[in-house]
């Protein structure tokens, strides 16, 4: 039997975090969370998630922050970094989140189908 995918949900919206568990899970994926950028390296360093969902405007510190930190990193270089936010999805928010090494930008409100459409392709190909 193969071990599930894990992803990473980094979001200080816990009604969306809740949301997004409930799809991700009942599509096979175990789910981590955090709410901000220092909970989420408490979770990556302790469990290597093999996907992560990252909001781009959070308190502390945002999500462009928090993924060149993990870029920076060989250890979490490798993981892919989907943006998923509510900030505009002008081409100056979609160039930055691809110049940080970020795969893939998804503004919300966002539809499920295609953002399963999207983690599959990232973590199975095809």
């Known amino acids: 039997m193969t071990k599930k995918k894990q992803i990473l949900i980094v979001d ?20 981590l969370e955090a709410e901000n950028g220092e909970e989420a ?3 990556i360093n302790n ?5 992560i969902l990252l909001d ?7 999500g462009y922050e928090v993924c060149k930190i ?22 100056e928010n979609k160039l930055q989140s691809l110049m940080v090494g970020g795969v893939d930008y998804i503004q919300k409100p966002f539809d499920g189908n295609d953002l399963m459409k999207r983690i599959e392709k990232i973590l199975y190909g095809g």
């Open 12 to 31: 200080d919206d816990d009604s969306l975090r809740k949301m997004l568990k409930m799809r991700l899970t009942f599509s096979q994926y175990k789910v």
């Open 41 to 43: 390296f408490e979770v």
């Open 47 to 51: 469990s290597k998630p093999d996907l």
């Open 56 to 62: 781009i405007a959070m308190p502390d510190m945002d």
């Open 70 to 91: 993990l870029k920076d990193n060989p250890e979490t270089r490798d993981i892919p970094i989907v943006f998923l936010t509510a900030i505009g999805g002008n081409i």
